[in-house]
């Protein structure tokens, strides 16, 4: 087991309207002792924009600012600007978010060469509907392919919206690599139930033809699907992915399905370095789980929901949302959990 240590909360909801209900779910980018974050910011109705606070080493906050750093400008999202991850990529800042328009939650992106000004580059993912989606996804001819990749479009079918043109397909937890990876961008993103990932050269390849040939080859892009009983429900990519010598370190979230609700856990992978689709090694058991109260009770319950991280000498220090309403990290030795990650098959 990979010892833990909970560091508590380093960020909770004030009386400013944009951040009344919840903070949670931070993209990280640090930049020496300094770690910037870029928060979701929920108030009132559920409206989100992303906030923006900096430390002083990985806990010391000495900035917070006052209003939103990123709005809602469009259509796409008028809910919601949602979980922002953050990288650099040479000199660039990439901020990719979940874009809500109050039914459809897709991935969106936004950049900025220093967290002030940001241009929005609009949505990333798949513009199909289901009933295009499952018409692709037939194409796919593995007969191992979790069912579970039908289960909206069943769903959907079963009260008559799987027609709906305006219904799209949902593709969350959008995470890029802080490096190209054989000269290309490489992104995560969440296809319930799994974990997929899209190489590209550069943002206008992501056409609706490229993501229909995609689909009709989803599974050669499974990055990791849902395995044991702590992510049994679904899984999805945490924080941008880690490079380690032994491989790219994922720390990602998976939801457990009992009898009383879901309970999200933090979960951990090792994927290959210029091969990131191959997995190395995955924990069968979590990072950590819900334990403490404000983990347990929340906006939403039993969340732990990590989304960036910050490197001290060897302390990994995983900044995560705490049942949709507080920010908090945890601490870990990462030499220990990769030592922990190689013993696995």
Known sequence: MVTIEKLGIILSPTEREFENMGVFNPGIYQEGDTVHILYRATQEGNFSTIGYARTDGPLKIIERHEQPLIIRD???????????????????????????????????????????????????????????????LTCCKDPHLNPKYHHYYNLFAQIGLVGDEFRLLRDKDIVLFPKKINGKFAMLHRIWPGIQIVYFNSLDELTKSFWQEYLKNLTDYIVLDPRDTFEVKYIGAGLPPIETEFGWLLIYHGVQETTTGKIYHAKAALLQIDKPENEIARLPYPLFSPTKQWEIEGEVNNIVFPTGHALFGNDLYIYYGAADKQIAVAKLDINELLLELKKQP
């Open 74 to 136: 469009f259509d796409y999202e008028k809910q919601g600007v949602e979980d922002p991850r953050i990288v650099k990529i040479e000199d660039t800042f990439y901020i990719t978010y979940t874009a809500f328009d109050g039914i459809n939650a897709m991935g969106a992106l936004a950049t900025s060469k220093d967290l002030i000004h940001f241009e929005k580059h609009g949505i990333l993912t798949p513009k199909v509907n289901y009933e295009e989606y499952e018409k692709f």
